[in-house]
Nanobody, 124 residues
């Protein structure tokens, strides 16, 4: 089992940057595929990015390609989401998720563990 705690959210102007962090508990962090998701009121939670166990393979939603970068540090049990060129449409609660698997996952239904979320607000 793993517990996830996100941090780094906040208010930023359009065009600005934020770096989200997700701290994971447990000794087997490197066994987990990790994902970042986001959700706005009235909408379904959607994938933003995912990363495989080693960090060598990533997936990005089309809406964030070229602007967001997901990375992980298995030695520190940390996952990061560097968000650049932020847009008002990026405003959402961002969630970190994990599943013990070797397959890169992109659906909310496929992840077992979730953090509490961190709010990102991008002003125009």
């Amino acid at each position: 089992q793993v517990q996830l705690v996100e941090s780094g959210g906040g208010l930023v102007q359009a065009g600005g940057s934020l770096r989200l962090s997700c701290a994971a508990s447990g000794r087997t962090f490197s066994s987990y595929v990790m994902g970042w998701f986001r959700q706005t009121p009235g909408k379904e939670r959607e994938i933003v990015a995912a990363i495989n166990r080693s960090g060598g393979n990533t997936y990005y939603a089309d809406s964030v390609k070229g602007r967001f970068t997901m990375s992980r540090d298995n030695a520190k049990n940390m996952v990061y989401l560097q968000m650049n060129s932020l847009k008002p449409d990026d405003t959402a609660v961002y969630y970190c998720a994990a599943r013990a698997t070797w397959v890169l996952l992109t659906s909310t239904r496929e992840y077992d563990y979730w953090g509490q979320g961190t709010q990102v607000t991008v002003s125009s």
